[in-house]
T-cell receptor, first 113, second 110 residues
Framework: KAGVTQTPRYLIKTRGQQVTLSCSPISGHRSVSWYQQTPGQGLQFLFEYFSETQRNKGNFPGRFSGRQFSNSRSEMNVSTLELGDSALYLC????????????FGPGTRLTVL | DAKTTQPNSMENNEEEPVHLPCNHSTISGTDYIHWYRQLPSQGPEYVIHGLTSNVNNRMASLAIAEDRKSSTLILHRATLRDAAVYYCILRETSGSRLTFGEGTQLTVNP
C-alpha cells in the first residue's frame, strides 16, 4: 500500500508570493493533518481535515489555510509568504478522526527568499 | 495542552536495551500517551501508544507508571537504524492533534 505522498518535495519562493502544497493520504484514510517543522519551533500543528471539513486548527495566522477534497486529498495554502515561513511542511493521514496511529509523509521543504 | 518533559539526548550501545523516559505530571485522565520517532530527513513515524496499561508491539514496549505521571519507551535491542529523535506526546481523545515537544535525540553506538 502506498504511503502518504506530498508534492512538491522542494519549493523556493520569494517574500510576498503564495504557495500551495498538496498531500495525498494513504488509500482509505479520511483524516489529514498538517504540521510545520522549523529548527526554532519544532513540530507545530496547523490544522486537521476530515470529510472535507476542518475539525481542528492550530495557532497560525489566517495566511495559512487548507482544504480537503472528496477523495480525501488535501492542500494547504500560504499567502503573502514571509521569511519565517521557511520550514518543512508535513502531512499526516489516519483512517478516522482521533485515530491512534497517524502516518506522516516525507514533507515539503519550503524556502522563502 | 498537557506538557511532556524528556531528556534532550541519550546514547546507547548497539544490541543493548534502550529506556527513554518521559514525564507528564499534568496528564489528564483521558490523555493517551503516544510515542513517535523521526529519523533524519523523514517524517515522524508512529512507535506505540497507551492509556493506562503497559503495551507491547513489534517495535517497542511502553511502560506507564501507575499514577500515569511518567512513562518509559523501551527498545529491546537497539540497532543503528534506531538512531532518531523520539517524541513523547499526550493526545486528547478528541481529534488527531499531536503536540510535539523537543524530543530525545537517541544516538546508537556500534
Amino acid at each position: 500500500k502506498a504511503g502518504v505522498t506530498q508534492t512538491p518535495r522542494y519549493l523556493i519562493k520569494t517574500r510576498g508570493q503564495q504557495v500551495t502544497l498538496s498531500c495525498s493520504p494513504i488509500s482509505g484514510h479520511r483524516s489529514v493533518s498538517w504540521y510545520q517543522q522549523t529548527p526554532g519551533q519544532g513540530l507545530q500543528f496547523l490544522f486537521e481535515y476530515f470529510s472535507e471539513t476542518q475539525r481542528n486548527k492550530g495557532n497560525f495566522p489566517g495566511r495559512f489555510s487548507g482544504r480537503q477534497f472528496s477523495n480525501s486529498r488535501s492542500e494547504m495554502n500560504v499567502s503573502t509568504l514571509e521569511l519565517g515561513d521557511s520550514a518543512l511542511y508535513l502531512c499526516a493521514s489516519s483512517l478516522k478522526l482521533s485515530d491512534n496511529e497517524q502516518f506522516f509523509g516525507p514533507g515539503t521543504r519550503l524556502t522563502v527568499l | 495542552d498537557a506538557k511532556t518533559t524528556q531528556p534532550n539526548s541519550m546514547e546507547n550501545n548497539e544490541e543493548e536495551p534502550v529506556h527513554l523516559p518521559c514525564n507528564h505530571s499534568t496528564i489528564s485522565g483521558t490523555d493517551y500517551i503516544h510515542w513517535y520517532r523521526q529519523l533524519p530527513s523523514q517524517g515522524p513515524e508512529y512507535v506505540i501508544h497507551g492509556l493506562t496499561s503497559n503495551v507491547n508491539n513489534r517495535m517497542a514496549s511502553l511502560a506507564i507508571a501507575e499514577d500515569r505521571k511518567s512513562s518509559t519507551l523501551i527498545l529491546h535491542r537497539a540497532t543503528l537504524r534506531d538512531a532518531a529523535v523520539y517524541y513523547c506526546i499526550l493526545r486528547e481523545t478528541s481529534g488527531s492533534r499531536l503536540t510535539f515537544g523537543e524530543g530525545t535525540q537517541l544516538t546508537v553506538n556500534p
